[in-house]
């Protein structure tokens, strides 16, 4: 199985010493060399980045061999596909469509894209006390829902409330053994929502509310401040987190009430729902992307052709 690193030192004795090409290279291959030198040198293996990478080299190859080359040329595409295939079944394992439908998707323009959705499951967790201070929670999640919308227009890509489930719910009792600030999520050392709250939460969902929605619905939960330790204004918790007892059977995603840092606050939601739909943690170096992390984000949002057709086979969108 040839994989883009054996494609790249092929390659790399085409151009140095020649064997192949004599002097003779199509002009064109030039930029796939640039991709799978990219692709060589993302740093700490970022999933975000590399599929974006992919995405560009599969495209690329689809266009290359959409025209009239000669053979010579046309069989070291033809590899290169077949390697970034390879790459990029290594990478999508365990998401929902086959490595073949994606290959599919990355031949095509995003505007082909079969149009899916996303369906949220929504909740607001309260101290017992403050039950009935939930006014604003539901424009504000509806608010960062139009966002993400926004965002993924161009994915095709559609977020919206679960039609089974489309009020929020207001969760007070999360811990039945705890009472008071034990009995929310907000830890009652760390004065915030944390790891520990992560973990209350899953045993939440896995008591009270898996079992009655469907399997391909997202839990988003909006807590009312993070603890300080956790920097950040929104997180997504998923079965492989570790840290997290006990761990969720599927990911859930909790964003602040609270803005950390105000650029990015409404765009939280789509980034973390971006984290589920990728199946990945990993953020982008480019501060243009989506998965940027929040304090570099430059509100651009983009995403690649890569992580769209990851949107598109994951089992959370139907
Ligand atoms: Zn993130």
């Not at 929902?96 to 499951?121: C, I, Q, S």
């Not at 480019?286 to 304090?295: C, F, I, R, T, V």
């Not at 992580?307 to 598109?312: E, F, K, T, V, Y």
């Amino acid at each position: 199985m040839l994989t883009l690193a054996q494609w790249r030192r092929a390659r790399r004795v085409d151009l140095f010493a020649r064997v192949r090409f004599r002097g003779d290279s199509d002009p064109h291959l030039k930029a796939f060399d640039d991709h799978v030198e990219a692709y060589h040198h993302v740093v700490n293996a970022n999933y975000q980045d590399k599929v974006g990478i992919i995405g560009k080299i599969m495209n690329g190859c689809h266009s290359y061999l959409g025209a009239t080359r000669k053979d010579r040329y046309r069989d070291v595409i033809v590899d290169l596909r077949e390697a970034a295939g390879n790459e990029l079944g290594a990478l999508i394992l365990g998401q929902r469509a086959p490595n073949v439908r994606m290959e599919a998707a990355l031949g095509m323009r995003t505007g082909l894209f079969t149009p899916k959705t996303v369906l949220l499951n929504c909740f607001v967790v309260r101290r017992p006390s403050d039950a009935a201070s939930v006014a604003g929670v539901d424009t504000l999640i509806d608010e960062h829902i139009e966002n993400a919308n926004e965002i993924l227009s161009g994915a095709r890509v559609t977020i919206v409330r679960n039609p089974a489930r489309q009020a929020t719910t207001t969760v007070t009792q999360v811990d039945p053994k705890g009472s008071g600030d034990l009995n929310s999520i907000l830890h009652p050392k760390a004065t915030g929502f944390d790891d520990h709250g992560r973990g209350r939460m899953s045993a939440y969902f896995a008591r009270e509310v898996d079992h009655a929605v469907s399997p391909h619905t997202i839990n988003v939960v909006y807590v009312p401040n993070f603890a300080a330790a956790l920097a950040a204004q929104g997180v997504t918790t998923r079965p492989s987190t570790t840290g997290i007892s006990p761990a969720p059977a599927r990911p859930f995603v909790t964003v602040s009430e609270a803005p950390v840092h105000g650029p990015t606050y409404p765009t939280t939601l789509a980034h973390e729902l971006v984290h589920v739909l990728t199946g990945s943690p990993d953020h982008s170096g480019d501060s243009h992307n989506l998965m940027a992390e929040g304090a570099m984000r430059t509100g651009t949002n983009r995403l690649s052709l890569g992580q769209i057709a990851l949107l598109h086979a994951s089992r959370f969108t139907v």
